[in-house]
C-alpha cells in the first residue's frame, strides 16, 4: 500500500521560502511520476512541479519557475519542494502525489498525500 506524507508547511512573510518534504511508503521510487501540486477553496488542483523518478527530468507551473525546485531522493524515498521568494498568492493546500504517465497532468496520479498548509503573507 502507497503511503504519501508531506510535511514542512507553515506561514511565511513574502519574499520568505519554505521546503516541503513528503516522505513515500510502498512505492517503487526507480519509476513513474512524481509531483507537488496545489490547491485553494473553490479553485481546481494545480500542478506546481512534477518530476520524473527514473532520469530527474523535472517540469514546472509558469507560476512557480525560477523559484521552485522540485528534487528527490530515491534512496530515502523522499521528494522535495523548496520553495524561495513566496509571494501571497502561493498560499494554499500544497500535496505531493506519485503515479504514471504523462507527469504534467494530475490525471496520471493515483496516490496523493493529505497535504500541507502554505500560507503566505503580505
Known amino acids: 500500500q502507497v503511503k504519501l506524507e508531506e510535511s514542512g508547511g507553515g506561514s511565511v512573510q513574502a519574499g520568505g521560502s519554505l521546503r516541503l518534504s513528503c516522505a513515500a511508503s510502498g512505492y517503487a521510487a526507480s519509476s513513474g511520476c512524481a509531483g507537488w501540486f496545489r490547491q485553494t477553496p473553490g479553485k481546481e488542483r494545480e500542478r506546481v512541479a512534477n518530476?520524473?523518478?527514473?532520469?530527474?527530468?523535472?517540469g514546472y507551473a509558469t507560476s512557480v519557475m525560477g523559484r521552485f525546485t522540485i528534487s528527490q531522493d530515491n534512496a530515502k524515498n523522499m521528494l522535495y519542494l523548496e520553495m524561495n521568494a513566496l509571494k501571497p498568492e502561493d498560499t494554499a493546500m500544497y500535496y505531493c502525489?506519485?503515479?504514471?504517465?504523462?507527469?504534467?497532468?494530475?490525471?496520471?496520479?493515483?496516490?496523493w498525500g493529505q497535504g500541507t498548509q502554505v500560507t503566505v503573507s503580505s
Open positions: 518530476i520524473l523518478t527514473r532520469d530527474g527530468s523535472t
Open positions: 502525489a506519485v503515479g504514471s504517465g504523462w507527469c504534467a497532468a494530475a490525471e496520471s496520479y493515483s496516490y
